[in-house]
């Protein structure tokens, strides 16, 4: 692992988070792009007081910063796109790949996934998409079954018709828990169901996805307590067993 105390790449992150932030928190999107580039970073661990200087790298008081030189950064997207500049694999050069690469970018056709929670009644939370058109953001609460809550933690795609948004669904009345896929084609979200996936009473999510084809693309999170993958080949998303 390229992390060393004295490279020249710094990034900011909690020192201790609750027991469901791991693999949550936003340095791990910057962490994960700095491996795969291979460079080497330092990471300054922060505690629950920051420095009063802090406000200046990230005004909302949050993580990541990256810190290069006399550079500072601190929206996770732009973070990425820096690394991306230096390895092709993140960021291609070639003029089509390219383009597709940074529409997620766009000033005028931007997407962003999360939940909206109500904290009482069922359901008690929606997976929520927000689209941001270039003068507003408008808001999608995707419906799911009748008392069962809905959270979305990761969104990547290939084509502005092409996306993909993961995450959990939790039903209360049963106490179960199973991975959520939605997929944007360029009108509607739609769900996709996992023939045969395995109820979790315990605790399941996926917390990202990459796409680097139409037919190709890998989800990742945890059920159980254990690392869970799943890929998708173009007509399915099929799970794929993990080693330890």
């Not at 910063?65 to 291609?92: K, M, N, S, W, Y």
């Not at 597709?100 to 999360?114: C, E, K, L, M, P």
């Not at 808001?139 to 959990?168: C, E, M, Q, Y």
């Amino acid at each position: 692992m390229p992390l060393k105390d004295t490279a020249a790449i710094e990034i900011t992150a909690f020192r201790w988070v609750p027991d469901f932030a791991p693999g949550v928190v936003r340095d791990l999107r910057v962490r994960w792009a700095l491996e795969e580039a291979g460079l080497d970073y330092q990471v300054d661990l922060l505690g629950f007081e920051r420095p009063a200087s802090y406000l200046q790298d990230q005004p909302f008081d949050q993580v990541p910063v990256c810190r290069e030189g006399p550079l500072t950064l601190f929206e996770t997207g732009a973070i990425v796109q820096h690394i991306g500049e230096r390895d092709e694999r993140l960021l291609p050069r070639e003029p089509v790949a390219r383009a597709r690469a940074i529409q997620w970018f766009s000033d005028s056709n931007v997407w962003v996934a999360g939940s909206v929670d109500t904290g009482v009644g069922t359901p008690a939370s929606w997976a929520g998409l927000w689209h941001w058109n270039g003068s507003a953001w408008i808001r999608t609460l995707f419906t799911l079954p009748a008392g069962v809550d809905g959270h979305l933690w990761g969104l990547h795609g290939v084509a502005s018709n092409d996306i993909w948004a993961v995450g959990r669904t939790f039903d209360s009345s049963f106490g179960e828990g199973h991975v959520l896929f939605l997929h944007w084609i360029g009108s509607a979200w739609s769900q996709v169901t996992i023939s045969g996936e395995p109820t979790s009473t315990s605790f399941v999510n996926l917390y990202d996805v990459r796409m680097r084809t139409s037919a190709d693309g890998w989800a990742v999170g945890v059920r159980d307590g254990l690392m869970l993958a799943y890929h998708w080949d173009g007509s399915a998303w099929t799970e794929v067993p993990v080693s330890y």
